[in-house]
């Protein structure tokens, strides 16, 4: 038997809920913000995605990609704060 669009979306609901306190709480343990700092230095936040050293779109999309990571981490622990 196939599930009901109703029931898929509460599922898939209830999975995002479970993703998010989990952020949350990595967020909120001291061995967590540890770890968090370091993905936060390694997807360059707060660095340009554009390779300037010599132009190279490959290492650009690269970079976008790490960036883009973290951005998704900060996104749900955002998320997190703003339920709880």
Known sequence: MSKSKDQIFKENAEEHGKLVRAYLKLYQEEWGKI???DLERYCGQFMSSVCEQMPNNDQTNY???KRRVWLRIASLITEGKNVG
Do not use: F, P, T
């Open 63 to 65: 970079n976008e990609g």
């Open 35 to 37: 770890v968090l700092a």
